[in-house]
């Protein structure tokens, strides 16, 4: 009797523990596919960043999916690197070509102004970025003073 209310209780612990790795699961792989980080991940895989300015835990949303302080940047000639990390798991980096950025728009992102960039043609996703890291990458998009 002594033992059966100890081990109930460890089997509860791990059963909700395991209920709660698996909804935690769950809504990193809705927000990949709802985001459209798993189909830039196919499209854009990078192996690893190039030369340039890396930027760590940055402000950012893809499509309808914020993430905050969970995005690496590096900015450079060959395109925009980006990988996506946020709690308990990360997405597949990607290298997307200056090329497959288009549409740029005034946005905001946690109530600081921004850039909404589309991606690819036919679209892809889109992506904001805060206007600080967006000017950082003026050269490259070939716009300026969005």
């Known amino acids: ?31 990949g596919r709802t985001s459209g980080l798993d189909k830039l991940g196919e499209l854009y895989p990078a192996v690893g960043p190039p030369e340039g300015e890396m930027y760590s835990k940055q402000w950012i949303a893809v499509g309808p999916v914020y993430y905050k302080n969970t995005a690496d940047v590096c900015i450079g000639p060959q395109g925009l690197y980006l990988w996506v990390r946020p709690f308990l798991g990360e997405y597949q980096p990607v290298m997307i070509p200056w090329s497959e950025f288009r549409e740029p728009r005034r946005a905001l992102l946690y109530w600081h102004k921004a850039v909404r960039l ?21 050269p490259y998009l070939g716009v300026v003073g969005i």
Request: net charge positive.
């Open 1 to 31: 009797m002594f033992l059966v209310i100890p081990v109930l209780v460890v089997l509860f612990g791990l059963v909700l523990a395991g209920l709660a790795f698996g909804f935690s699961y769950l809504l990193f792989k809705l927000f």
């Open 118 to 138: 589309t991606i690819g043609d036919p679209k892809v996703t889109t992506v904001v970025f805060t206007q600080r890291l967006c000017e950082k990458m003026e």
